[in-house]
């Protein structure tokens, strides 16, 4: 758990976000999908009485690729898979204390362990409405491309969303001056260490799903990726504008843990804060000087995922890396 007063002295002597922006890169990165049906939460009692969304229809399974396409098509896509796997075990959690079903995680491989995680005691009722809302599109996105996977979407990989002193969590904080170098982050502790946690992920998989657009051949995945990327858009834009509302300190915590993650995907700023480029400015939507959003390659993203700036094939989130069915045609973590 945050020290509150240990956060408030070393947050605050953070530095401002670089005032000029550095010209925008567009790469290429992982990602693709769209909204599909939800069983896990249907049953989960809230006092919105029950969340139960209507499921797009999913496009026909390509388990068996006959082309290099659509073998990359499928790399694409459970990328993305490992992503939302990631984001949507710790909205579960954070919401309803629960874990995804175990019909949702199986596939090729091993189904993964999942270390830490338990509901927030949230104080404030509305960010646990938007906490559960989040959790229910982001479990949408799992059952969408485990559905357009078929046989060849890859099981839960091992995942490590814990708070703890060896906890992902507390590391990313670490790196990020929000805690001293033992002390420990707890993101399931209340409403603002939530929402700096849902901040360490939302920002990352906008720039995922962006870079990965331009891998994708088939245009119904192309039309599912934009879907989805609006999706994480959405999630991204309230987080952050909730975390600048809650004023100075917040808004320093969130230029930190963006410092931090832009010292580990290369040389080129693609990430921003809620600070603009001075105190009196908000930055809710991070884009270049043009107004677009950024894009991150998979290695880039790996990098921020396995809390490394070296090249790597684990660490961090997924202690022992993301999966992939083919993985000699997708990129490790790596500058």
Do not use: W
């Not at 995680?105 to 189904?111: A, D, E, L, Q, W």
């Not at 990965?212 to 991204?236: D, F, P, Q, R, V």
């Amino acid at each position: 758990m945050i020290q509150n007063e240990t956060m408030l002295a070393i947050v605050e002597a953070s530095e401002h976000r670089r005032a000029e922006r550095r010209r925008f890169l567009k790469v290429a990165g992982g990602g693709a999908a769209a909204v599909g049906g939800l069983s896990l939460l249907a049953a989960c009692g809230d006092d919105d009485g029950g969340f139960n969304p209507t499921p797009t229809p999913s496009p026909t399974p390509t388990p068996t690729p006959t082309s290099s396409s659509a073998q990359q098509d499928i790399n694409v896509l459970n990328f993305a898979l490992n992503l939302e796997y990631l984001e949507a075990t710790f909205y579960s959690y954070a919401a309803f204390g629960s874990p995804l079903s175990p019909a949702l995680t199986s596939g090729i491989g091993n189904v993964g362990t999942v270390t830490g995680g338990r509901k927030v005691n949230f104080s404030d009722p509305i960010v646990a409405k938007y906490a559960r809302e989040i959790a229910g599109d982001e479990v949408a996105h799992v059952n969408f491309l485990r559905s357009a996977l078929g046989s060849a979407a890859i099981a839960l990989p091992d995942l490590n969303i814990d708070g703890g002193s060896t906890g992902a969590f507390t590391a990313a904080a670490r790196a990020a001056g929000l805690v001293s170098s033992s002390g420990t982050f707890d993101p399931y502790a209340d409403d603002q260490s939530f929402l700096l946690g849902a901040f360490i992920f939302e920002d990352v998989g906008v720039t995922a799903y962006k870079g990965g657009s331009t891998l994708i051949s088939n245009k119904t995945y192309l039309e599912a990726a934009a879907g989805i990327l609006a999706a994480e858009a959405y999630h991204a834009g309230l987080v952050r504008t909730l975390l600048y509302a809650k004023g100075m300190t917040t808004r320093s915590a969130t230029d930190s843990i963006s410092n931090a993650r832009d010292s580990l995907d290369g040389t080129t700023d693609l990430d921003q804060g809620t600070t603009g480029p001075d105190s009196s400015q908000s930055n809710i939507v991070p884009t270049d000087s043009n107004g677009i959003a950024f894009s991150r390659t998979v290695a880039q993203v790996h990098n921020i995922a396995y809390l490394t700036n070296k090249q790597a094939s684990s660490g961090g989130f997924f202690p022992t890396g993301t999966r992939n069915a083919n993985p000699a045609l997708t990129q490790s973590g790596a500058n």
